[in-house]
C-alpha cells in the first residue's frame, strides 16, 4: 500500500497495526476494470474468510490458518499460495469438516457475498412441505454469492459444492445478508430496485419481494434479532423493514447523496449509514433520528454541493464487535476507525481504491477489499465506559422500546439509551 498524506484533523491520529495482506495474483494482461474486490465475509463462526478477487472468482480460506501464515511468513501472502486443494466431493465427513482453502469460479462478476449457517431446530417458514432436497444439519455453512447478471449462486462451504441457483433478479445483485438467527433467510439487493426474501431451507424459495425503492439498492442488513432489515439505496434512501409483516416500518431522512451501506450495532440500538454525501450517520432507528454524524470533509459540503466532493464518497461502514467502534472507507484513500461518542477519528489508514471493509467476527481485525486483494488491520482496543457496557447488556434481554418503557427512574432511562 502507498502512503497517502493525512489531512489536518489527523495528523495526530494513531495509525493502527497492519495484520497482514492478501494479494491475489495477476497477470500483465489483467484487465483492470473486472479486478474489484466489491465484498469481503467472515463466517458467523469465525472458520472462514471470502472476499472476491475479481474476474469471476470467489477466494475461500480458513481464518485461523491464515492469520498463521501471517504470523510466520510476515505480512504480505500471495492468495493462491496459502491451504490445501479442495478436497473430493467423496472424501469422509471428517475431511468435510476440517476447514480448507477453496477457489470457486462463479461465471460472471462477483459483486456481493454472505456467509449462512443453520439451526437444526429453525423451521422453515413454509408449510406443508415434508421433503427438500437439502438436509442442513448443524455443521451446515453456506456462501452466497450476488452476480452481475442478476444471480445469486448458493455454496457449501466445506465442499466448495453449487447448491442453488437462483434467478429471479433482472439486474445485478449489489449486497446480500443472511438473518443471524439461524433459519437461512435471505435478503438480496439489488439495481432492479428490489429486495428478494428467500427461505434456503425450502430449497431456495422465493418468499417475498419488498418494494419501496424508486431508483438502485445498494445494500441491506438485518438486525442482531433478525426482526428488522434496514435498506439503502440511490436517491437517499433509508428504508426499514418489519421481517415478521414484511412491511415498511419507516423511511430515515437525513442524507443528501446516494446510500451506499448499512450495518446496526451488535445489541441492535444504533445503525450506521455511509453515503456519497462524504458522511456516516450514526441513528436511533426505533425513533429515526440521528445520533451522530461521522464527516470525512472538512467543512462538510452543504446539501446542494453534497454530491460534488466525489473524492470524499464514503464507500463502506461496518459496526465493530464492542459496540464502541465504527470503521469507514471512503475515495479519499483512507481508513478510519470512529468512536461511536467522539466526532474525530481515533485511527487512520492509508488505502487506495478501497471499496469494501468489515469487521471480523470476534472484532479484533478488520478487512478491508480493493481490486482483488484484502488488507487486515488490528481495530482500536479501548476501555468500554461502565454506561457502554450497561447498554449493551439490557439489551441482549429486552429491545430498546422496552427499555423506554421501563418502570424506572427517568435518569437511569437516559442513562441507558444512547443519548450520544
Known amino acids: 500500500m502507498a502512503s497517502f498524506p493525512l489531512s489536518v484533523n489527523e495528523k495526530l491520529i494513531a495509525r493502527p497495526r497492519t495484520v497482514g495482506e492478501l494479494l491475489a495474483p495477476t497477470s500483465p494482461f489483467d484487465k483492470k476494470c473486472g479486478r474489484e474486490n466489491w465484498t469481503v465475509a467472515f463466517a458467523p463462526d469465525g472458520s472462514y474468510f471470502a472476499w472476491s478477487q475479481g474476474h469471476r472468482i470467489v477466494k475461500l480460506v480458513p481464518w485461523s490458518q491464515c492469520l498463521n501464515n501471517f504470523l510466520l511468513h510476515g505480512t504480505k501472502n500471495v492468495a493462491n499460495s496459502i491451504g490445501t486443494r479442495l478436497p473430493r466431493q467423496n472424501s469422509d465427513s471428517g475431511q468435510k469438516n476440517k476447514p480448507c482453502e477453496h477457489i470457486i469460479d462463479c461465471?460472471?462478476?462477483?459483486?456481493?457475498?454472505?456467509?449462512?449457517?443453520?439451526?437444526?431446530?429453525?423451521?422453515?417458514?413454509?408449510?406443508?412441505?415434508?421433503?427438500?432436497?437439502?438436509?442442513?444439519?448443524?455443521?451446515?455453512?453456506?456462501l452466497a454469492t450476488g452476480l452481475n447478471n442478476g444471480r445469486i449462486k448458493i455454496w457449501d462451504v466445506y465442499?466448495?459444492?453449487?447448491?442453488?441457483?437462483?434467478?429471479?433478479?433482472?439486474?445485478?445483485?449489489?449486497?446480500?445478508?443472511?438473518?443471524?438467527?439461524?433459519?437461512?433467510?435471505?435478503?438480496?439487493?439489488?439495481?432492479?430496485?428490489?429486495?428478494?426474501?428467500?427461505?434456503?431451507?425450502?430449497?431456495?424459495?422465493?418468499?417475498k419481494v419488498l418494494r419501496g425503492h424508486q431508483n438502485w439498492v445498494y445494500g441491506c442488513a438485518f438486525s442482531p434479532d433478525s426482526s428488522i432489515l434496514c435498506s439503502v439505496g440511490a436517491s437517499k434512501a433509508v428504508f426499514l423493514w418489519d421481517m415478521d409483516k414484511y412491511s415498511m416500518i419507516r423511511k430515515l431522512e437525513g442524507h443528501h447523496n446516494d446510500v451506499v451501506a448499512c450495518e446496526f450495532s451488535p445489541d441492535g440500538a444504533l445503525l450506521a449509514t455511509a453515503s456519497y454525501d462524504t458522511r456516516v450517520y450514526v441513528w436511533d432507528p426505533h425513533i429515526g433520528v440521528i445520533l451522530m454524524e461521522f464527516g470525512?470533509?472538512?467543512?462538510?459540503?452543504?446539501?446542494?454541493?453534497?454530491?460534488?466532493?466525489?473524492?470524499?464518497?464514503?464507500?463502506?461502514?461496518?459496526?465493530?464487535?464492542?459496540?464502541?467502534?465504527?470503521?469507514?472507507?471512503?475515495?479519499?484513500?483512507?481508513?478510519?476507525?470512529?468512536?461511536?461518542?467522539?466526532?474525530?477519528?481515533?485511527?487512520?489508514?492509508?488505502?487506495?481504491?478501497?471499496?469494501?471493509?468489515?469487521?471480523?467476527?470476534?472484532?479484533?481485525?478488520?478487512?478491508?477489499?480493493?481490486?482483488?486483494?484484502?488488507?487486515?488491520?488490528?481495530?482500536?482496543?479501548?476501555?468500554?465506559?461502565?454506561?457502554?457496557?450497561?447498554?449493551?447488556?439490557?439489551?441482549?434481554?429486552?429491545?430498546?422500546?422496552?427499555?423506554?418503557?421501563?418502570?424506572?427512574?427517568?435518569?437511569?432511562?437516559?442513562?441507558?439509551?444512547?443519548?450520544?
Open 107 to 142: 461465471g460472471d462478476i462477483v459483486w456481493s457475498l454472505a456467509f449462512g449457517s443453520s439451526v437444526p431446530e429453525k423451521q422453515s417458514r413454509c408449510v406443508n412441505i415434508e421433503w427438500h432436497r437439502f438436509k442442513f444439519g448443524q455443521d451446515q455453512l453456506l
Open 296 to 420: 470525512h470533509l472538512f467543512p462538510p459540503p452543504t446539501p446542494i454541493f453534497a454530491g460534488g466532493a466525489n473524492d470524499r464518497w464514503v464507500r463502506s461502514v461496518s459496526f465493530s464487535h464492542d459496540g464502541l467502534h465504527i470503521a469507514s472507507l471512503a475515495d479519499d484513500k483512507m481508513v478510519r476507525f470512529w468512536r461511536i461518542d467522539e466526532e474525530y477519528p481515533v485511527q487512520v489508514a492509508p488505502l487506495n481504491n478501497g471499496l469494501c471493509c468489515t469487521f471480523s467476527t470476534d472484532g479484533s481485525v478488520l478487512a478491508a477489499g480493493q481490486d482483488g486483494s484484502v488488507y487486515f488491520w488490528a481495530t482500536p482496543r479501548q476501555v468500554s465506559s461502565l454506561q457502554h457496557l450497561c447498554r449493551m447488556a439490557i439489551r441482549r434481554v429486552m429491545p430498546t422500546s422496552q427499555v423506554k418503557n421501563l418502570p424506572i427512574p427517568s435518569k437511569v432511562v437516559e442513562f441507558l439509551c444512547y443519548q450520544i
Open 159 to 207: 465442499t466448495g459444492k453449487l447448491l442453488l441457483n437462483l434467478m429471479d433478479h433482472t439486474e445485478v445483485v449489489r449486497d446480500l445478508t443472511f438473518a443471524p438467527d439461524g433459519s437461512l433467510i435471505l435478503v438480496s439487493a439489488s439495481r432492479d430496485k428490489t429486495l428478494r426474501v428467500w427461505d434456503l431451507k425450502d430449497d431456495g424459495n422465493m418468499m
